[in-house]
């Protein structure tokens, strides 16, 4: 099989060819990122010699049209994915997540080539802290931010294109993610890379926003299953079940870091600020038999921090721009 993987050299998407070099030997991986600050080509290193890595962008029609054209299937990770930048300049993500998934979308089906569309449990908007519902793929779409609108745009792309000109489609919206690779401007690697270099982690507002941590690997797992034996033209929520606040994930840290867990400090919050996300994963569980393996979110926790340690070479030199930025920024 020839995959092609966009947005390869991100956090999620370096995560996934590594697995899929590791478990399926039998796949030609060639990933086509734009290098933006978000990717990194050393995050792919430890698998350079079985993987294709082309520098473009995703927009750019020509150079999708010939990569598409040239493979059996395309997984698109590529995207903005960062809340924060995209409530201070909106565009990069209204080129990059609707044009971009656009040009894809166009080539696919000039080539027949089956699509899985990777996105965000953001575009269903925020729960109530005490609502009993999760997500499910019948929940009515209502993003919050240019980063989740732009998200959920790109979504209804998809499912345009498989209903009008019968695109092999698939689209997953998954949960908060950590684990390995991960730029450290989201909120785990910041605050691992801040306890690091001795500095207290910053917590927006009171702190009390919850996320449904996944490990990235059982992400990927379960973008497999659906490409393995997911229904085309179907939706699938992943999530492993982990609310927690940001209060909780931080004094986690704290304890992790020897420090006590009132060493932190609150700082402005973040402009519409989602307050909760759940994701109700049982059709990826029943139908698919998908089943996480990092259940111990504490041990998955220990196992990033452990990796960030052992890998400085790799975040150490985006560090003092992405804390300039949140300085400016009041964060
Ligand atoms: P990331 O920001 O770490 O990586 C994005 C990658 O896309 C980078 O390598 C970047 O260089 C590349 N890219 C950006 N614009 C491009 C363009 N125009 N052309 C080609 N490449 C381009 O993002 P991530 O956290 O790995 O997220 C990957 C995908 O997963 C995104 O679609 C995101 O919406 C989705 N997602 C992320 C999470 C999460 O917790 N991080 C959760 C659910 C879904
Ligand atoms: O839910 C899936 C989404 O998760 C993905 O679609 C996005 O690409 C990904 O970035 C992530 O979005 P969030 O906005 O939830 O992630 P972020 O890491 O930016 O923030 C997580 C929470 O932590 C959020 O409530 C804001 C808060 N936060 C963030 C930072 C950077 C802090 O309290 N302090 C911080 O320094």
Not at 39 to 63: E, H, M
Not at 75 to 95: K, M, R, T
Not at 103 to 128: F, M, N, P
Request: with cysteine.
């Amino acid at each position: 099989m020839r995959l092609l993987v966009t947005g390869g050299a991100g956090f999620i998407g370096s995560n996934f060819v590594h697995t899929t070099v590791r478990d399926r030997p039998d796949v030609e991986v060639t990933v086509l990122d734009a290098l933006t600050y978000a990717g990194d080509a050393t995050s792919l290193a430890p698998v350079a010699d079985r993987v294709t890595l082309v520098q473009g962008d995703i927009t750019d029609g020509a150079l999708v049209d010939r990569l598409v054209g040239e493979s059996d299937l395309v997984v698109h990770f590529a995207a903005e994915s960062h809340n924060d930048n995209s409530l201070h300049d909106p565009w990069p993500f209204v080129q990059t997540n609707l044009i971009g998934t656009y040009t894809l979308l166009e080539a696919v089906r000039k080539h027949g080539v089956r699509y899985h569309h990777i996105s965000t449990d953001e575009v269903y908007g925020d729960l109530e802290l005490d609502d009993p519902a999760k997500f499910t793929a019948d929940t009515p779409y209502n993003p919050s931010s240019p980063y989740s609108s732009t998200k959920a745009g790109s979504d209804l792309l998809v499912r345009a294109w498989a209903r009008s000109f019968g695109v092999q489609a698939t689209i997953s919206n998954c949960s908060n993610n950590y684990g390995p690779y991960q730029h450290i401007e989201k909120f785990i690697p910041r605050q691992v890379t801040n306890l690091i270099d001795g500095v207290r982690p910053r917590l927006y507002g009171a702190g009390e926003n919850v996320r449904d941590w996944i490990h990235v690997e059982d992400h990927n797992t379960a973008v497999w299953a659906i490409i393995d034996r997911g229904q085309i033209g179907e939706t699938y929520l992943i999530g492993a079940d982990g609310e927690k606040n940001n209060l909780e994930v931080v004094q986690t840290l704290l304890e992790v870091f020897g420090r006590p867990t009132d060493d932190f400090d609150h700082v402005t919050d973040r402009a519409g600020h989602d307050m909760r996300y759940a994701i109700d994963a049982t059709r990826l569980r029943t139908e698919l038999g998908w089943e996480p393996t990092f259940t111990d979110f504490g041990a998955g926790l220990r196992a990033t921090v452990e990796w960030y340690r052992a890998n400085e070479a790799w975040w150490r030199p985006a560090k003092a721009a992405t804390e300039a930025k949140y300085a400016q920024a009041g964060h």
